[in-house]
T-cell receptor, first 115, second 113 residues
C-alpha cells in the first residue's frame, strides 16, 4: 500500500461548484497533516494544516479521520483561481536523530475550474 | 516563499559535469531539505539537514551531495554519477517541530544538454 494515496483526478468542475478531495495514509503513527497547493511549474505552497477537530479557512474545509486514516479537503464556491494541483502531505514522524520530520507527499489531484 | 531563495531558476548540465544548486534562507529555520519532483510524481527527499555541519541522506541520495556550512545555506550538487538528473529541484525549510509544515523555494529546473 502506498504511504499517501490521493484521488486520481483530474477534477473538472464549473465555477461555483463544491468539490472534495480525499487522501488516505498508511502509517497510523502519522502525526501531522497538511494540504498544499501547487500551480503548474511552480513550487508547492501551504494551503492549510489539518487538525484533529477539523478546520476551516474561508471556502476551504479540512477534516481528519484517524480511525480510517484519511483526510479530506472541501472547496466550496469554486473559483477559476482555484485551478491547481492539490497535494496531500503527511508527517510520518521523526527522521533519524531529533529535530526534523519527514513529510510524505501524495502525487496530487489536479483541479480545473471551468467558466 | 520570500524567505527562501533558490538559484538559478533554470540550469543545463553537460554529460560528465557536476552542477550546484543554491538554496539560501533568511527565516532562521534549523531544518533544510532538498526534494526532487518528476512530472506526474510526488516529491522525493534527497537530503536533509537539521543543524550546521550535519546532514543525512533521504530516499534518493545517490548521485547527489550537500553541505551545511552555514545555517542560511544548503547547496545541492548534482554529480555526474546521477544518470537521470532532469527534474524540478525544490529546497524547503522548517523549524523542525513535528507539527510545523515545510516552506519551499521557487525551485530550479535542471535539464541535460
Amino acid at each position: 500500500r502506498k504511504e499517501v494515496e490521493q484521488d486520481p483526478g483530474p477534477f473538472n468542475v464549473p465555477e461555483g461548484a463544491t468539490v472534495a478531495f480525499n487522501c488516505t495514509y498508511s502509517n497510523s503513527a502519522s502525526q501531522s497533516f497538511f494540504w498544499y497547493r501547487q500551480d503548474c511549474r511552480k513550487e508547492p505552497k501551504l494551503l492549510m494544516s489539518v487538525y484533529s477537530s477539523g478546520n476551516e479557512d474561508g471556502r476551504f474545509t479540512a477534516q481528519l479521520n484517524r480511525a480510517s486514516q484519511y483526510i479530506s479537503l472541501l472547496i466550496r464556491d469554486s473559483k477559476l483561481s482555484d485551478s491547481a494541483t492539490y497535494l496531500c502531505v503527511v508527517n510520518l514522524g521523526p527522521l533519524s536523530g531529533a529535530g526534523s520530520y519527514q513529510l510524505t507527499f501524495g502525487k496530487g489531484t489536479k483541479l480545473s475550474v471551468i467558466p | 516563499d520570500g524567505g527562501i531563495t533558490q538559484s538559478p531558476k533554470y540550469l543545463f548540465r553537460k554529460e560528465g559535469q557536476n552542477v550546484t544548486l543554491s538554496c539560501e534562507q533568511n527565516l532562521n529555520h534549523d531544518a533544510m531539505y532538498w526534494y526532487r519532483q518528476d512530472p506526474g510524481q510526488g516529491l522525493r527527499l534527497i537530503y536533509y539537514s537539521q543543524i550546521v555541519n550535519d546532514f543525512q541522506k533521504g530516499d534518493i541520495a545517490e548521485g547527489y551531495s550537500v553541505s551545511r556550512e552555514k545555517k542560511e545555506s544548503f547547496p545541492l550538487t548534482v554529480t555526474s554519477a546521477q544518470k537521470n538528473p532532469t527534474a524540478f529541484y525544490l529546497c524547503a525549510t522548517s523549524t523542525g517541530s513535528f507539527n510545523q509544515p515545510q516552506h519551499f523555494g521557487d525551485g530550479t529546473r535542471l535539464s541535460i544538454l
